[in-house]
């Protein structure tokens, strides 16, 4: 069953974020907050393959855009859940090396028919940084700084960009389809372009010749740094609801974002 994309109004990824940035934006703004307690647990985050360079425009003749497309559509509207290792790595203009992370990720298919949407949780252990998105809100939590971020799933660029892995997504409809060179073997590179955006310029999938599951992804935002994630250790399984829900414990400060861009 298909999925309905959220339109791309406003901003997986705040941006440079695609799980990281919005955090360290929110560092100025303060307001204190009492909220019931709860604990993120953190998992383990083994070693990990290089970021996948950008790839570049180039056309294959065996397989369509739309064929791809469709495979990656048919094979995610299958599955009940998405649990994995990454490796992300931020690369900014300016800046000569990127921010490279690693961690764990936990999605859920929602219910289109239902109107329940996906679930996500992205956690970096070793930074002790936190993502929980119950299908309605997308909390990050830095435990270190006692900080945490409060944005609707409408408005993050992490739902966005990963929505095709629960169950939510319809490529063709939201996306223009290019295949282009791809970095990795064995791969096909599919090259999405929003028919309507200001959050993200372009999201390229790399996806398995034989499966059409995704095995990595490159986010490029409006004015040009891109997120590199590359997936590994993959199980294909659906993970209990307790895993998403989360509330900042007590005395931790909260800053709520809406606006375009984040």
């Known amino acids: 069953m298909r999925g309905k994309w959220v339109k791309f109004a406003s901003a997986l990824l705040c941006a440079s974020l695609l799980l990281g940035a919005l955090s360290a934006e929110a560092k100025g703004k303060k307001s204190k907050a009492k909220d019931k307690p709860a604990a993120a647990q953190p998992a383990p985050a083994p070693a990990a393959p290089a970021p996948v360079p950008a790839p570049a425009a180039a ?55 239902k109107q329940q949407q996906g679930k996500m949780r992205w956690d970096y252990p070793t930074e002790e940084i936190f993502y929980f998105c119950n299908g309605e809100t997308l909390w990050s939590y830095e435990r270190r700084e006692r900080l945490a971020v409060k944005v609707p799933v409408k408005n993050s660029q ?32 599919l090259r999405l372009t929003p028919k309507t955006s200001t959050v993200m ?62």
């Open 59 to 113: 056309p294959t003749a065996a397989t369509t855009a739309q064929q791809v497309a469709d495979g990656i559509q048919k094979f995610y509207d299958t599955q009940p859940g998405f649990q994995a290792a990454f490796t992300q790595v931020v690369t900014k203009k300016g800046l000569a090396t990127g921010l490279k992370r690693e961690g764990m990720a936990w999605l859920k298919r929602g219910d289109p028919a």
């Open 158 to 189: 992490v739902y966005q960009a990963t929505q095709y892995l629960v169950g939510q997504g319809n490529l063709s409809k939201d996306f223009q389809l290019e295949l282009v060179t791809s970095p990795m073997a064995d791969t096909f590179a």
């Open 201 to 262: 310029r372009s999201l390229t999938l790399m996806v398995d010749k034989a499966t059409f599951a995704v095995k990595a992804s490159q986010l490029v935002d409006p004015i040009g740094d891109a997120t590199d994630l590359v997936w590994r250790d993959i199980k294909y399984i659906g993970a209990d609801d307790k895993v998403f829900e989360w509330q900042p414990p007590a005395g931790v400060t909260i800053k709520e974002l809406g606006r375009t861009g984040q």
